[in-house]
Every structure is written in C-alpha cells, then in structure tokens.
C-alpha cells in the first residue's frame, strides 16, 4: 500500500516527539540512581552539573518541537535553570580547583537565590490564562503561605535570624532561603487549586516543584542540626526536580499548559480545599500550643500577627463567597425578568432585542462585548440580529458552523457555552467596522438547543474571559431564548393553518366559483 509521504514524516516527528520524553525521563532516573554509587563529592558535583545542564537543553529542544504560541513562560523557566548551574559550577570551583571547603554565603547562594523568581513569575503566566482573576484564587493561596511561613519561621528561620554569633550577611541569606520557598509554594498552591482539565505537563511540572520544595525543608532542617552531607539521600529530591521539569517541556502537552485556557476555571470551596484552609489557619495556636509544651519561649510577635492576617485574610474569603451569593441570587432575578420579557414579546424580532439586551447585561458595562443571533442548523447559521449602531453591517452574513472542530459543535449539541478560535463568519471584516477585532476577542457561542438540534447561537465577542457561572447564565438564557422562538413558531403555524382553514371554508361555502387564474390566462 502506497503511504503519503507528508503523513510519514509527520508520525515520525510525533514518535520523536514521544520518544524524547520517555528516554529522558528513564535517564534521569538512573541518574539519580547512579549519584549515590559514585565514590567522590567532585564526580557528585559533576553530575549534578550535568542534570542541571541537561534541564537546559531540555527546554531548549522542547520549545523548538513543540512551538507554543505562548513561549515565554518556558523562557523564564529555561533562564532561571541557568543560575544552579552558575552555583554549582562555583561551589565546584572552591572544592574542586581550590581544593578548600566552600565559605558561606558566596557568589554560588546569590545564583541559587536567583533561581527562585523564574519559576514564580513562569508559573504567574502560565495560571494567567487557567484562572479567572477572582478573589478566591488569590487568597487561598496567601492563607496556606502565612500559615506555613509561621512553621518556617520559627523552625528553620528564627534559629538563624536570632544567632548573633553569626554575621549579618549569612544571617539574611539563611532565612531568604526558607522566605523563598515560601512563595515559591504560595504559586504552586495556586497552580494546584485550579480546577479543569490539567495535562501531563501539569503534574511533570507540579511533581518537580513539590520534589524542590520537599528537598529545600529537608535541607534547612538537616543542616541546622549539623547532620547534612554531600550524597545525602535528600539529594535525590533536588535531581528529580530537574528532571521532571526537563520532562515536562519535553512532553507535547507543553503547548496546552501554557496557551489553553481552563473551560472551569472559577474556585470552589470543596471539601479539600476547606480542609486546606482550616490546616493553615489553625496553624498559629498549634505553634503556641507546641512551644508552651516545650517550654521554649512564644514568638508573639510573629504568631499575633500572623494571626490578625489570617483572621483578615479569612473574613476577606467570606465577603468573597457573599458576593459571589449576591451576584448568583441577581443572576436568577435577572434571568426571571427576562423570561417574562421573552414571554411578552410580540415577535421574533422582540425575542431578538430581549436576548441581546440580557446578553449585554450579563456580560457588564466593564467589558467590551458585541452579540448577534444567528439562526439555522449545526451546518450553517444567518445572522438574523445583531447589536450596535452599525449591526446592519453583519445582517444576513452566514456563520459556518461546520468548520468549527468537532468539540465545538459537539460542546453546542450538548447545549455547553464553547469558545472558539475565532468568528467563521462571511464578511468577518466587516466586525472592525463594528470596533472589535474577531482574532484580539474571544469567541464565545451559546447554543440554541430544542430537541437535542441546534437551531442557531447567541453569538459574542468580548475581550473579558467569562467565568463558570456567567457561563451557566448565558446557558439558561439560550434555554429561554429558544423556548419562545419556539413557542413563537408554533402560534405562527397554529395562524397559518387557521387562515388555510378559513379560505378552505370560504371555497366550499360559497354559492360563486372562486377560479385561480395564472399571468397566462390558464
């Protein structure tokens, strides 16, 4: 059998593609595995060299396979995987070259200190475009790091900020490094929050973190107590941080973490999340119930005020959730009003201006939105209204629904808000006219549903990213919309066959001979 030769070269690329994950993956395990049989700390420092460069080259190779439209998280991250090898390269320049243990701090703490922001603020742009910017997905995450910042002080912190025996200089970097693992997990908490669909990506990346995080505490704690050495088991943990985020870019799904936006992006307060939050928030008398059982002295400066910011923290989480309540409860008043205007309506042009008038005041004065209505089938649709002043612009355009992918028409047949690539609409540019710009909006269409067919979509383009339940609303006002085109449809049938009616009795009931005569006379 004859194979088109672009098809071949294209599943070659994807096993390629696959392929580099999985042997890097299984590499790097037995890496780390073959670490701990080397015999000197020189050949240890040489292959945790290797494992930080070999995450370099990773992101290097797995943006230029993958191609995301968003690169620049993944720049940020392959930037801040430089800094460990700077440090590495000068601890093992003291040990190595010098022959000499290295002094502390040195150059080497201010590249790994730097190594902290990249991923935060790489994390911060790829949870841009998977989270609404509520209050929840904010403050969440700020109670679980006031929380665990209180642990950190007083066990890996304070010990260090109050010995006056060492000099101010190695104080501070002591506790920057716990400070920084604190917000490092401030964002990953966010990262782990979001709810939706997460890709392999997602937990390659979340796994390495959490690896980090784990190995960060481990390390404060053993060398506090003066029980750390170079080969430790621990170490294990800061090289499989490196390669599951190696492993991470180098996976396909790459593109989708950082350019896909979350279709459920909005924070719920699920039971494990309140369980986080009250873990965190209990946090601050655990701690003085732990030092009055030790007999050690109570920092009550640090847990009185990490206390205060907790309890605002808190009551700033339950104006959230009231409203949230409130803006739910003038939803549903919102949808009732409509629904009596639909009702009211004369006709279908009345059913038009309701629903785009409702649409206009879901989607709030802040962002700037346009609607239409187009009417058919899940093949093609007309434009049939519009809003603006210029809606005449757009009237009667045809929307192709049947270029749409499979999963937005299959989202529309199962009556779910979809968001699209972009408007396939005839005469698309003529929206400019209109002020917006279709490929700068989002998309959004809300189906027409009336037993289980599409009979057309509430267009609009907005450039706010609606949230789940503003989603849900639109949902029920397409419910509503169709039910009185429906309805409306069915009195203009009754009406047609009642004057069929009448003129059929006309016909028969009259004494004259009613003749039908064409232009031709016959």
Same mark, same amino acid.
């Given at each position: 059998?004859?194979?088109?030769?672009?098809?071949?070269d294209?599943?070659?690329k994807?096993?390629?593609?696959?392929?580099a994950?999985?042997?890097y993956l299984?590499? !790097?395990?037995l890496?780390?595995?073959a670490?701990f049989?080397?015999?000197?700390?020189?050949?240890?420092?040489?292959?945790?060299?290797?494992?930080?460069?070999?995450?370099?080259?990773?992101f290097?190779? !797995?943006?230029?396979?993958h191609?995301?439209?968003?690169?620049?998280?993944?720049?940020?991250?392959?930037?801040?995987m430089?800094?460990?090898i700077?440090?590495?390269?000068?601890?093992?320049?003291?040990?190595a070259?010098?022959?000499i243990?290295?002094?502390?701090?040195?150059?080497?703490d =201010?590249f790994?200190?730097?190594?902290?922001?990249?991923p935060?603020?790489?994390? @911060?742009?790829?949870?841009?475009?998977?989270?609404?910017?509520?209050?929840?997905?904010?403050?969440?995450?700020i109670?679980?790091?006031?929380?665990?910042?209180?642990l950190?002080?007083?066990?890996?912190? %304070?010990?260090?900020?109050t010995?006056?025996?060492?000099?101010m200089?190695e104080?501070?970097?002591?506790?920057?490094?716990?400070?920084?693992?604190?917000?490092?997990?401030a964002?990953?908490?966010?990262m782990l929050?979001?709810?939706?669909e997460?890709?392999?990506?997602y937990?390659?990346?979340?796994?390495?973190?959490?690896? @980090?995080l784990?190995f960060?505490? =481990?390390?404060?704690?053993t060398?506090l107590?003066?029980?750390y &050495?170079?080969?430790?088991?621990?170490?294990a943990?800061?090289?499989?941080?490196?390669?599951?985020? !190696?492993?991470?870019? @180098?996976?396909?799904?790459?593109?989708?973490?950082?350019?896909?936006t979350?279709?459920?992006?909005?924070? %719920?307060?699920?039971r494990?999340? +309140?369980?986080?939050l009250?873990?965190?928030?209990l946090?601050?008398?655990?701690?003085?119930?732990?030092?009055?059982?030790?007999?050690?002295?109570?920092?009550?400066p640090? @847990?009185? !005020?990490?206390?205060?910011v907790l309890?605002?923290l808190v009551?700033?989480?339950?104006?959230?959730?009231?409203?949230?309540?409130?803006?739910?409860?003038?939803r549903?008043k919102?949808?009732r009003?409509t629904a009596?205007?639909l009702? =009211?309506?004369?006709?279908?042009?009345?059913i038009?201006?309701?629903?785009?008038?409702?649409?206009?005041?879901?989607?709030g004065?802040?962002?700037?939105?346009?609607?239409?209505?187009?009417?058919?089938?899940?093949?093609?649709?007309?434009?049939?209204?519009?809003?603006g002043?210029?809606?005449?612009?757009?009237?009667?355009?045809?929307?192709? +629904?049947d270029?749409?992918p499979d999963?937005v028409?299959t989202?529309?047949l199962?009556g779910?808000?979809?968001?699209?690539?972009?408007?396939n609409?005839?005469?698309?540019?003529?929206?400019?006219?209109?002020?917006?710009?279709p490929?700068?909006?989002?998309?959004?269409?809300?189906?027409l549903?009336?037993?289980?067919?599409?009979?057309?979509?509430?267009?609009?383009?907005t450039?706010?990213l609606l949230?789940?339940?503003? &989603?849900?609303?639109?949902?029920?006002?397409?419910?509503?919309?169709?039910?009185?085109?429906?309805?409306?449809?069915?009195?203009?049938e009754?009406?047609?066959?009642?004057?069929?009616?009448?003129?059929?009795?006309?016909?028969?009931?009259?004494?004259?001979?009613v003749?039908?005569?064409?232009?031709?006379?016959?």
């Amino acid at each position: 059998f004859w194979t088109h030769p672009f098809r071949t070269d294209r599943k070659v690329k994807v096993r390629r593609r696959l392929q580099a994950w999985h042997m890097y993956l299984a590499v !790097g395990v037995l890496a780390t595995g073959a670490y701990f049989l080397l015999p000197t700390q020189t050949a240890q420092y040489v292959l945790r060299l290797l494992a930080v460069g070999s995450t370099s080259a990773a992101f290097v190779a !797995g943006i230029v396979m993958h191609r995301p439209k968003r690169p620049l998280p993944w720049y940020v991250l392959g930037f801040a995987m430089l800094m460990p090898i700077f440090g590495t390269v000068t601890l093992g320049y003291y040990e190595a070259v010098l022959g000499i243990e290295s002094p502390f701090p040195t150059v080497a703490d =201010a590249f790994f200190l730097a190594t902290y922001p990249g991923p935060i603020a790489a994390l @911060l742009l790829i949870q841009s475009r998977r989270l609404v910017r509520d209050r929840a997905s904010t403050i969440d995450p700020i109670i679980v790091a006031v929380g665990v910042g209180m642990l950190a002080w007083v066990f890996l912190m %304070k010990p260090y900020a109050t010995d006056q025996s060492l000099p101010m200089l190695e104080r501070l970097v002591l506790t920057t490094y716990p400070l920084m693992d604190v917000v490092l997990l401030a964002v990953v908490v966010r990262m782990l929050l979001v709810r939706g669909e997460r890709p392999f990506s997602y937990y390659a990346m979340v796994t390495g973190l959490v690896s @980090l995080l784990v190995f960060d505490a =481990a390390y404060a704690a053993t060398t506090l107590i003066g029980t750390y &050495q170079n080969g430790n088991p621990i170490d294990a943990l800061e090289i499989l941080s490196f390669v599951f985020a !190696g492993v991470a870019v @180098l996976h396909p799904s790459m593109v989708d973490l950082s350019d896909k936006t979350v279709l459920e992006p909005e924070t %719920k307060l699920t039971r494990r999340r +309140l369980a986080l939050l009250a873990a965190a928030s209990l946090m601050a008398p655990l701690l003085i119930a732990l030092q009055w059982a030790r007999g050690g002295t109570i920092d009550v400066p640090v @847990l009185v !005020g990490g206390s205060v910011v907790l309890f605002l923290l808190v009551l700033g989480r339950m104006a959230g959730i009231m409203s949230a309540r409130e803006e739910a409860i003038g939803r549903e008043k919102h949808l009732r009003r409509t629904a009596a205007k639909l009702v =009211a309506a004369p006709n279908r042009k009345g059913i038009y201006e309701v629903a785009l008038d409702a649409t206009h005041d879901l989607l709030g004065s802040e962002s700037s939105s346009w609607a239409g209505i187009a009417t058919g089938s899940l093949e093609e649709a007309t434009l049939v209204a519009a809003s603006g002043d210029n809606s005449g612009e757009v009237m009667g355009a045809q929307l192709h +629904l049947d270029e749409y992918p499979d999963a937005v028409r299959t989202g529309l047949l199962e009556g779910r808000v979809v968001e699209a690539e972009g408007l396939n609409i005839a005469y698309s540019s003529r929206l400019k006219i209109l002020g917006f710009n279709p490929d700068a909006h989002s998309v959004y269409l809300v189906p027409l549903l009336a037993q289980a067919q599409l009979r057309g979509a509430i267009l609009i383009l907005t450039d706010a990213l609606l949230s789940e339940d503003s &989603q849900a609303t639109l949902e029920a006002l397409g419910r509503e919309v169709t039910l009185a085109l429906e309805s409306t449809a069915l009195s203009e049938e009754i009406h047609r066959r009642e004057s069929e009616e009448r003129f059929r009795a006309l016909v028969q009931n009259s004494s004259d001979v009613v003749a039908i005569v064409r232009a031709d006379g016959v």
